[in-house]
């Protein structure tokens, strides 16, 4: 595929994409504007990724902090990057300057050490905790008990914001069977939002990927990721 055919692959996925985004804010009273798409670049090389902020997507989301320090540099300065994955101490200095939300922050060390670099860096760091629903053994996260106490021991850090949860499902062919897991971690931010102070507007909730977002999407999403629906077969 020429760039002009990828870009145009790109164009008719995001449009069956919006359509499906539509319809499941519909089936839910929600509003389009109350929910962001983050595109998952991690499976494409810059130049594809490139091509989303002229078709409208300025969210884009990578799951290693390397790629997100290469890939912001060849890419405009107005792309709004998502740090969605797995996030080691010794990588903040370098990548909070470039980050606009950290979704997957794990534990009360790793925040601190965010914590410590914004005030450095006299900037805010927005963050997600990452809490592991399913209790799957595979995944990263905190438990769905572990997570109340983490959030207020973290809240009064300073410079740091955090702006709510994020999960991923298990993979089921029937994304149906995600849905508890989604419902799991609404309930647990309406649980926890009102005993943290207001200026951390702990309201977010990043869930849902290619195989379960319009049911993540019903179920009170802010943020979903998706990548699979957009670039599979895109991959240079
Ligand atoms: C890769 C990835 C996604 C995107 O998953 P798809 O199924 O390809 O849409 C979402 N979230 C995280 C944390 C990922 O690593």
């Known amino acids: 595929m020429n760039a002009d055919e ?3 692959t790109l164009r008719e996925r995001l449009a069956s994409i919006e359509q499906r ?3 499941a804010c519909q089936r839910s009273r929600r509003r389009r504007e109350d929910m962001t798409l983050v595109a998952v670049t991690k499976t494409v090389s810059a130049a594809v990724a490139a091509l989303l902020p002229s078709l409208g997507i300025r969210d884009l989301g990578e799951n290693r902090p390397q790629e997100l320090w290469s890939k912001s540099a060849e890419l405009p300065k107005d ?3 998502h740090l969605i994955g797995h996030f080691q101490r010794n990588k903040v200095d370098r990548t909070l300057p470039l980050t606009h939300l950290i979704h997957a922050v794990d534990s009360v060390r790793l925040a601190e050490a965010i914590s410590k670099e914004a005030v450095k860096q006299q900037r805010i760091a927005e963050v997600l905790l990452e809490c592991n629903v399913s209790g799957e053994e595979s995944k990263q996260g905190l438990t769905p ?5 983490v959030a207020h021991k973290i809240a009064g ?3 740091l914001r955090v702006r709510g949860l994020m999960t ?8 149906e069977q995600c849905r508890p897991v989604f419902v799991a971690l609404r309930q647990l931010r309406d649980r926890i939002a009102p005993q943290l102070d207001s200026s951390h507007r702990f309201a977010e909730l990043s869930m849902g990927m290619t195989n379960d977002f319009e049911v993540a999407i019903e179920e009170g999403a802010t943020f979903i990721r998706v990548g699979t629906a957009l670039f599979e077969g895109l991959s240079s």
Do not use: G, T
């Not at 008990?145 to 106490?149: C, F, G, Y």
């Not at 991923?168 to 994304?175: G, K, L, S």
């Open 6 to 8: 990828v870009r145009e």
């Open 145 to 149: 008990n572990a997570v109340a106490e």
């Open 157 to 159: 850090l300073p410079s």
């Open 168 to 175: 991923m499902a298990p993979f089921h062919d029937d994304p």
């Open 21 to 23: 985004i539509v319809a």
């Open 79 to 81: 792309v709004r990057w």
